[in-house]
């Protein structure tokens, strides 16, 4: 990696925050319409987490992992995600939904995309299976923003043992 050209790598958020500010306000409206229509908020952080993990996006897996802990998201699931389908640790509801968030990230042949919308289609419904597809779509959308802007993780600091 050329690390001089990194350093004049354009923050696509900060340079047009308008823009930004639209696709937040897209990803808001993805997130009530998914709790309108009864999805859990941990499974949008799985969502964004599953999505986040094709994608190779450090800086959205650092965020959404934190956000899914603070949702009462357990380690082990976390833990286990990228390999969901070997474990048993996901509800019926939880698969079909990371299987439509897969397949809109990586956008399979025809006959996948409808093997997987017939999947997700017999455990959401309609307004569930809308959500996820926006979910996935502004999850999507915010990796390109933090992987081509190269947005820096930042380690956490050390939480002493014993400690609340």
């Known amino acids: 990696m050329n690390v001089e050209a990194?350093?004049?790598?354009?923050?696509?958020?900060?340079?047009?925050?308008?823009?930004?500010?639209?696709?937040?306000?897209?990803?808001?409206?993805?997130?009530?319409?998914?709790?309108?229509?009864?999805?859990?908020?941990?499974?949008?952080?799985?969502?964004?987490?599953?999505?986040?993990?094709?994608?190779?996006?450090?800086?959205?897996?650092?965020?959404?992992?934190?956000?899914?802990?603070?949702?009462?998201?357990?380690?082990?699931?976390?833990?286990?995600?990228?390999?969901?389908?070997?474990?048993?640790?996901?509800?019926?509801?939880?698969?079909?939904?990371?299987v439509l968030a897969e397949s809109v990230t990586t956008l399979p042949s025809a006959d996948d995309q409808a093997r997987d919308y017939a999947l997700a289609r017999q455990q959401l419904s309609a307004d569930q299976i809308s959500a996820v597809i926006w979910v996935a779509i502004t999850m999507n959308s915010f990796n390109r923003v933090s992987i081509l802007s190269r947005h820096p993780v930042r380690p956490q600091e050390k939480v002493a043992a014993g400690a609340s």
Not at 10 to 15: E, H, N, R, S
Not at 25 to 36: C, D, G, H, L, S
């Open 6 to 98: 990194d350093h004049r790598r354009v923050f696509v958020d900060k340079q047009s925050p308008d823009v930004f500010r639209a696709l937040l306000q897209t990803a808001k409206a993805a997130r009530a319409a998914a709790t309108e229509a009864g999805l859990d908020p941990r499974l949008i952080e799985l969502v964004n987490l599953r999505v986040s993990a094709i994608n190779a996006c450090a800086y959205c897996l650092d965020q959404h992992t934190r956000d899914a802990l603070k949702l009462g998201e357990t380690a082990q699931r976390l833990a286990t995600l990228s390999a969901w389908r070997g474990t048993d640790l996901f509800s019926p509801t939880e698969q079909a939904a990371l």
